[in-house]
């Protein structure tokens, strides 16, 4: 595998730092959207729903 990348003329360095910021990046993301959907269902009256079921 290492001799098939050095044949590129071009190549870059991935640092740890890009794939824990974009790992906390993506758990803000989820937290923040399942934390949203939560608290709007949580502000809504049960009688509402049922009523029209």
């Known amino acids: 595998m290492n001799r098939w990348l050095q044949d590129f003329a071009y190549r870059i360095d991935l640092e740890i730092?890009?794939?824990?910021?974009?790992?906390f990046l993506a758990l803000f993301i989820a937290?923040?959207?399942v934390s949203y959907q939560a608290?709007?269902?949580?502000?809504?009256n049960p009688v509402d729903a049922l009523r029209y079921e």
């Open 17 to 23: 730092w890009a794939f824990v910021l974009s790992g």
């Open 31 to 33: 937290l923040t959207t």
């Open 39 to 44: 608290w709007k269902v949580a502000r809504t």
